[in-house]
C-alpha cells in the first residue's frame, strides 16, 4: 500500500508546466482553498483518497480524477533522419478558429480538446515523432488542467521555495543543501550551531538527518521563519532537535539579564498591568525552556557550524560567535553569493587553525537526453551557478609534552 496524506499534513501540487505550491491539508474554519493558478479547486475528499505520486486531472464535467501515468513502450525501429524544415511556420496548419476552440473548452475536457486541435492540424501527421510528442505536450500545458500529488520532502521543498521565491531561501538550490548536508557532517547524535535564513529549510532538513538523536540550536535575530520546519511535517522527536537561540543572548556578557532569557519578577508586564494566569503560566514555560536550551549549548562544543545567510555582515557576526564553540575536529559551512568575502575567510583560515579549508562553486544544469537530440535545455533563466561553499575543519595545538624523566607512550612504542 502507498502512503497517502492525511488531515493535518501537507503536499506539494505540481501541474503540467512545472510550477509547485505547498498546501495544507486541513479542514474546518482554517481550511486552505487548493487551487492551482487558474485550475478550479480542487476537493479535499479527492486528494485524501490519492497515494502520493497519484496524477488527478480535470474532466469535463468540472470533477477531478485520477488517472493512470502513460508508460511508453520503446519499439526497435530504424532510426530515420528526419526534419520539419519543409514546414511552413506561418500559423495556418489550424482550421479551428479561437471561438471554436473555446466552445470546445466549454463542452469538453483538456485532453478532448488536445486531440480535436491535433485531428484538424494540416501539418501534424506530417511532423517528426518528436515534433509531435512537443506540439502534443506544449498543447496540454495550455489546456489540460493537471497535478501530481508530491509528498513534502527536502527536495520537492527546496524547488518550491526556489521557484516561488527566490530570495526567500536565499538562493538556496536542492544540491547546495545536500552539499551542505555532507560537507558538514550532519549525523545523529551531533550537536550544531545553525543560521538558517532559508526558511527554516535547512534546520528541517538537518532535524530528519537527525532523526531525533542530537541538538540543533537555530540562530536568530528579529523574525524567526519556521515554514521549512512545519511543511516538512516532521515527527515530534525531529522537531524536538531544533533549540531557537537569540543572538542577543550569545552577545551580551550577561546573557541571563537579556530580554529574551530574562524571568518575569511578578504577574504583571513592564507597565504594571495585570497578565492572565494562563498568560503568564504560558510565558514561564517558554523563558523556562529558553534557559534550558542556552544551558545545554554553553555546556558543551558544538560538532558542527553551518552559516547560511546573504547578509555578510549577519554571516560574519555569527562566525566570530560561533567558532570558539566549535570543538576540534568540527566542521564549519558557509554558504554565500559573493566570492571576494569568502575568499578573504578562505585564506585567514588556512593561516589559522583549520584544515580541509574549500571553497566549492557547484554545476547543475538539466539535459535533453533523446537519440540524436541529446542537449542542454536551453532557458534563458537556468542558474547553472548559484553562490559558494566554503568548508574547513578547527583543530587544536598539540598537547605539552611529558615531563623529561617520564616515558610518554609513544617513546614506549617506539622502544618495544
Not at 483538456?110 to 501539418?123: K, Y
Amino acid at each position: 500500500m502507498k502512503a497517502k496524506p492525511t488531515l493535518g499534513s501537507h503536499v506539494v501540487l505540481r501541474d503540467l508546466e512545472g510550477a509547485q505550491k505547498v498546501f495544507l491539508l486541513s479542514s474546518g474554519a482554517n481550511r486552505q482553498e487548493l487551487r492551482m493558478g487558474k485550475y478550479s479547486a480542487i476537493p479535499l475528499e479527492t486528494l485524501l483518497s490519492c497515494p502520493y505520486g497519484a496524477i488527478l486531472r480535470r474532466e469535463a464535467d468540472g470533477g477531478w480524477q485520477r488517472v493512470r501515468h502513460s508508460i511508453e513502450v520503446a519499439e526497435e525501429t530504424v532510426e530515420v533522419q528526419e526534419n520539419n524544415q519543409h514546414l511552413a511556420q506561418d500559423n495556418s496548419a489550424q482550421s479551428l478558429s479561437p471561438s471554436e476552440v473555446r466552445d470546445l473548452k466549454q463542452k469538453c475536457s483538456g485532453s478532448e480538446v488536445v486531440e480535436a486541435l491535433a485531428s484538424n492540424s494540416a501539418t501534424f501527421a506530417s511532423k517528426t515523432k518528436f515534433a509531435q510528442e512537443k506540439y502534443l505536450k506544449k498543447k496540454a500545458q495550455k489546456h489540460v488542467q493537471q497535478v501530481t500529488l508530491l509528498r513534502p520532502s527536502v527536495m520537492e521543498l527546496c524547488e518550491t521555495y526556489y521557484k516561488q521565491s527566490r530570495n526567500k531561501v536565499c538562493g538556496l538550490r536542492y544540491d547546495y543543501l545536500s552539499s551542505l548536508l555532507c560537507q558538514a557532517d550532519v549525523r545523529s547524535g551531533a550537536r550544531f550551531l545553525v543560521l538558517d535564513c532559508a526558511a527554516g529549510l535547512v534546520a528541517g532538513a538537518m532535524a530528519q538527518q537527525l532523526a531525533g538523536l542530537g541538538e540543533i540550536y537555530r540562530l536568530f535575530r528579529g523574525s524567526y521563519p519556521e515554514k521549512g520546519l512545519l511543511e516538512l511535517d516532521l515527527s515530534e522527536s525531529e522537531k524536538s532537535c531544533v533549540r531557537a537561540i537569540h543572538l542577543e543572548a550569545l552577545e551580551s556578557s550577561d546573557p541571563w539579564s537579556s530580554e529574551w532569557l530574562r524571568l518575569p519578577e511578578a504577574p504583571g508586564d513592564a507597565e504594571g498591568e495585570a497578565i492572565a494566569p494562563g498568560r503568564a503560566e504560558a510565558r514561564l514555560t517558554r523563558i523556562t525552556k529558553r534557559h534550558n536550551d542556552f544551558k545545554s549549548l554553553e555546556a558543551k562544543a558544538v560538532d558542527g557550524l553551518i552559516v547560511v545567510a546573504e547578509d555578510a555582515d549577519l554571516c560574519a557576526e555569527v562566525l566570530e560567535l560561533g567558532l570558539p564553540r566549535l570543538s576540534f575536529g568540527g566542521r564549519v559551512c558557509v554558504f554565500g553569493h559573493h566570492l571576494q568575502p569568502l575568499a578573504a575567510l578562505q585564506g585567514a583560515w588556512r593561516a589559522g587553525n583549520f584544515v580541509d579549508v574549500r571553497l566549492t562553486q557547484l554545476f547543475t544544469r538539466e539535459f535533453q537526453a533523446l537519440p540524436l537530440r541529446t542537449h542542454p535545455f536551453m532557458v534563458a533563466d537556468a542558474n547553472l551557478c548559484e553562490g559558494f561553499i566554503l568548508c574547513g575543519s578547527k583543530v587544536g595545538e598539540a598537547e605539552p609534552q611529558e615531563a623529561a624523566g617520564e616515558d610518554s607512550p609513544t617513546k614506549k612504542q617506539r622502544r618495544s
